[in-house]
Every structure is written in C-alpha cells, then in structure tokens.
C-alpha cells in the first residue's frame, strides 16, 4: 500500500500553483491531503501535523509557502519523514527569497528543495522517495520517465524535417 503524501500550503493564494502536484500525484495513483497551515499564524497546528504525520500513514511531506517561506522547515523540524519544499514565486523577489529561505536551513533540519514554483518536481521527487518501498509505484515511474524521453525523440523527428 502506497503511503500517503501531505501537500501543506501557507496560504490558499498557493493553491493555484500546487495544482500540478495534486495532479501529477493522482496520475501515479498516490494519496494524497492538502492542508493549509502557516508557519508564523498556526505554529502549534503546524508542530501537530509534522509531529504525527508518520503516524497517520504518511511517508512524505511537501510544504508550498513564500515570501518568508518558513513552513517546510518548521514541518521538518517536528518530523523525520522527508519533507521537500516549493518556494513560491513572490512579486517583491520572484521567489528567492522563498528559495533562499527553504534551502539554507540548518544542520540536522534538512529541506529538500525544487525550484520555484516546481510543483510538479516536488510531486515527481515525493513519489521517486515512496517508490523505494513500493515496486508498483516505481513502475509507473519508470513508465514516466520512458514517456518523457519518447516525447523527446518524437519532437527531434519532427525537427529533423523542418528545413532551416
């Protein structure tokens, strides 16, 4: 049985953007829950998630936030399961400074970190972490990736027949 990945978003302002990852996590037929908790206004429902999520069956956290973008490292800190973090793009920085607040965290508190607004990596990356114990999902990963690199030699055929 496939364990169950928490997409946490700060703010339902970041919906829009993890809609990929809802969709890429359903296509490799991975449960999944989405939750709102902020980092700085709901810190102790943060602590409780993190803190019980590898009880409630999950095997991964992803956590969406800007700006500050505390909220992936916060989770972490109260779990053992990996969590990976989606800076959001902002309209001040473009998202470094969510980047940089997602990847330089402290030792001992890891983050892993796609790029922003990479909703759909971070649903690839939390599916490739499960598929480790499950040879179905990894399966379906393999397929992905053999889609992908088929898409790729279709569009160098294509290009091959343009005249330049």
Not at 33 to 61: C, D, L, M, N, W
């Amino acid at each position: 049985m496939i364990k169950k990945v928490a997409v946490i978003m700060g703010s339902d302002s970041d919906l829009d953007t993890m809609r990929p990852c809802l969709g890429r996590l359903k296509s490799f037929g991975v449960p999944f829950e989405v939750h709102i908790i902020s980092a700085h206004r709901t810190p102790a429902a943060a602590e409780a998630f993190a803190s019980q999520a590898k009880e409630r069956g999950f095997g991964a956290i992803i956590a969406a936030a800007g700006k500050a973008a505390h909220l992936a490292g916060v989770l972490a800190a109260y779990t053992t399961l990996p969590v990976i973090g989606v800076p959001i793009k902002t309209s001040m920085m473009g998202g470094l400074d969510s980047l940089l607040s997602m990847v330089q965290m402290p030792k001992g508190i890891p983050v892993a970190c796609v790029a922003v607004d990479g909703a759909d990596n971070a649903a690839i990356l939390a599916a490739q972490m499960l598929a480790l114990s499950d040879e179905t999902l990894a399966d379906k990963l393999t397929a992905f990736k053999t889609d992908m690199a088929a898409e790729v030699e279709a569009k160098d055929k294509k290009i091959q027949m343009e005249e330049f």
